[in-house]
């Protein structure tokens, strides 16, 4: 089986130990790698996995343009990257042009470190550049344990997105919504062709029972594999999604072939 891991993190080397060290800390969960991207290579391959999307968020504003640059000089060799940009920068619609030509592959939005809901009017200008570009958007999803309690990216609030951009190409991560999982069966699951989960870090939060239930009613070529590496090893949500009662076809779309066709690759 082949592994397109959808959903990791790494830092620059300089930046690496104080970002990785500080959100273990205020998280309590041990990190898989050192957050460089030698370490995320080093565990990607423990794994058998050849491939990977790498999702860099801008905290503020005057990051987007410096991390751009960055993901843009570190793809190649099975990497791949999003770019992102900030909600409160008035530069953000053109900085998705210029993620576009940098060859990055979508735009990465964090909603509990970046202070918006997905489904915000305010947003809706850079939504339709991206959109208007063929890139993806990809959201963190549900709860977070380095945020504070409030929770603004809800399967209701991508129901709401989905709904407004039925073009925009989405990916929710977390299978949509982390422990929201029965708002993501009421809201989300199955509900819009424009709308994929990856199942990045969820394999110590959800009973395969209801995993399962709920790409029943998304549907297996809507689903991605992925780790959310260093928060997780990827080891644990390829044993998770081997274990459920998928056929081989469905476990190959789920690790590399929808992945392999979102980003047209």
Same mark, same amino acid.
């Given at each position: 089986? /082949?592994? %397109?891991? %959808?959903?990791?993190?790494? %830092? ?5 130990? !104080? ?21 995320? &290579? ?8 050849? /491939? ?25 060799? +099975? ?16 900085? $998705? ?18 202070? @918006? ?10 939504? =339709? ?8 958007? $990809? ?6 344990? #380095?945020?504070?309690?409030?929770? &603004?990216?809800?399967?209701?609030? @991508? ?5 407004? @951009?039925?073009? *925009? ?10 422990? *929201? ?5 009421? #809201?989300?699951? +199955?509900? %819009?062709?424009?709308?994929? @989960? ?5 394999? /110590? ?7 399962? !239930?709920?790409? !029943? ?8 594999? +992925? ?9 644990? =949500? ?10 081989? /076809?469905?476990? =190959? ?6 992945? =392999? ?5």
């Amino acid at each position: 089986m /082949r592994y %397109f891991d %959808f959903h990791t993190h790494a %830092f620059t080397d300089e930046l690496a130990e !104080r970002a990785v060290s500080g959100l273990a800390s205020t998280s309590g969960i041990e990190p898989a790698t050192d957050g460089t991207l030698g370490g995320l &290579r080093k565990k990607l391959a423990e794994n058998g996995i050849d /491939r990977a999307l790498l999702l860099p968020v801008a905290t503020k504003p005057s990051q987007q343009r410096t991390i751009n640059n960055w993901a843009a000089s570190v793809m190649g060799g +099975g990497l791949y990257c999003c770019g992102t940009v900030h909600p409160d920068a008035a530069d953000a619609a053109a900085e $998705v042009e210029r993620i576009k030509s940098l060859g990055l592959y979508g735009v990465k939005f964090h909603s509990e470190y970046q202070g @918006f809901c997905p489904h915000e009017e305010r947003m809706f200008p850079i939504y =339709e550049k991206i959109e208007e570009l063929g890139l993806i958007a $990809v959201f963190h999803g549900g709860w977070d344990p #380095y945020s504070d309690e409030s929770i &603004r990216a809800t399967p209701q609030s @991508f129901a709401a997105l989905a709904k407004a @951009f039925p073009k *925009l190409k989405i990916v929710a991560a977390h299978l949509g919504g982390m422990k *929201l999982w029965s708002d993501i069966e009421k #809201y989300t699951a +199955g509900r %819009f062709d424009n709308l994929w @989960f990856d199942v990045s870090v969820i394999a /110590r939060f959800i009973e395969d029972e209801q995993l399962l !239930r709920i790409i !029943r009613m998304q549907g297996a070529d809507k689903v991605l594999f +992925g780790s959310d590496c260093p928060w997780d090893d990827p080891a644990h =949500e390829i044993a998770m999604i081997n274990r459920l009662p998928l056929s081989d /076809r469905e476990k =190959e779309l789920i690790f590399h072939i929808n992945a =392999e066709k979102l980003l047209g690759i």
